[in-house]
């Protein structure tokens, strides 16, 4: 490896450290030499934190430095979450991440109720979801996906990596309810606990 290749690397390496969101190829490639062989340093980066404390990860197709997986019972730390997302908002998530890209309508179809404007809201705020394409269909409805951040709270590399029906139906994870019965159970999916003011959330949202 050149001495150039070598401090191309270094910068690459600062890059990803220094930065609060994973990055892309192409954000990559902008701030490097335009001949760098970005995917050759990314491999050869990658390999080198193969057995260290932190791992450089692609989360479909954006890179990070993350924690090893096999470390991360010891750095566990429990807090108190003082916000909590609604039982609405869990189903909405749970929707969009299996069946993206989805429009509102398709989301409110598979709920079997109106989804409240803030319950997506919620959702663009936690950095869990985005705006995708329109469809090309009459009104060319905008369609919703699941964002980085969510592969990286998660503990995802990619949307492969979510489990199965199958898996869900044994484990016993899968919600039984007609309106979402092929939908898992968003509590248990996403860890995120459910309380006595969700429910009231969502009685007023489909009230509305």
Same mark, same amino acid.
């Given at each position: 490896?050149t001495?150039?290749?070598t401090?191309? #690397?270094?910068?690459?390496?600062?890059?990803?450290?220094?930065?609060?969101?994973?990055?892309?190829l192409?954000? #990559?490639?902008?701030?490097?030499p335009?001949?760098?062989?970005?995917?050759?340093?990314?491999?050869?980066?990658?390999?080198?934190y +193969?057995?260290?404390?932190?791992?450089l990860?692609?989360?479909?197709?954006?890179?990070?430095?993350?924690?090893?997986?096999?470390?991360?019972?010891?750095?566990?730390?429990?807090?108190?979450?003082?916000?909590?997302?609604?039982?609405?908002?869990?189903?909405?998530?749970?929707i969009?991440a299996?069946?993206q890209?989805?429009?509102?309508?398709?989301?409110?179809?598979i709920?079997?109720?109106?989804?409240?404007?803030?319950?997506?809201?919620?959702?663009?705020e936690?950095?869990? #979801?985005?705006?995708?394409?329109?469809?090309?269909?009459?009104?060319?409805?905008?369609?919703?996906?699941?964002?980085?951040?969510?592969? +990286?709270?998660?503990?995802?590399?990619?949307?492969?990596?979510?489990?199965?029906l199958?898996?869900?139906?044994?484990?016993?994870?899968? +919600?039984?309810?007609?309106? #979402?019965?092929?939908?898992?159970?968003?509590?248990?999916?996403?860890?995120?606990?459910?309380?006595?003011?969700?429910?009231?959330f969502?009685?007023?949202?489909?009230?509305?």
């Amino acid at each position: 490896m050149t001495q150039v290749q070598t401090e191309d #690397i270094r910068v690459l390496e600062a890059m990803l450290f220094a930065s609060a969101e994973p990055l892309s190829l192409t954000t #990559i490639r902008e701030r490097l030499p335009a001949n760098s062989d970005v995917g050759g340093m990314l491999m050869a980066l990658q390999k080198t934190y +193969d057995k260290r404390g932190v791992h450089l990860v692609d989360m479909d197709g954006e890179w990070a430095f993350r924690t090893a997986q096999d470390l991360g019972e010891a750095l566990q730390l429990k807090k108190e979450v003082q916000r909590k997302l609604s039982r609405a908002a869990m189903e909405t998530l749970a929707i969009i991440a299996y069946h993206q890209p989805v429009t509102r309508a398709e989301i409110e179809n598979i709920r079997g109720v109106a989804t409240h404007k803030g319950t997506l809201d919620v959702l663009m705020e936690a950095g869990w #979801i985005k705006p995708g394409r329109r469809r090309e269909t009459p009104g060319r409805p905008l369609t919703w996906v699941t964002a980085t951040a969510f592969l +990286d709270h998660f503990g995802l590399e990619s949307m492969m990596d979510l489990p199965g029906l199958d898996e869900l139906k044994a484990s016993g994870l899968l +919600d039984r309810r007609p309106a #979402i019965e092929t939908l898992p159970s968003t509590g248990e999916l996403f860890a995120v606990e459910d309380d006595d003011e969700s429910e009231e959330f969502l009685r007023e949202e489909e009230v509305e």
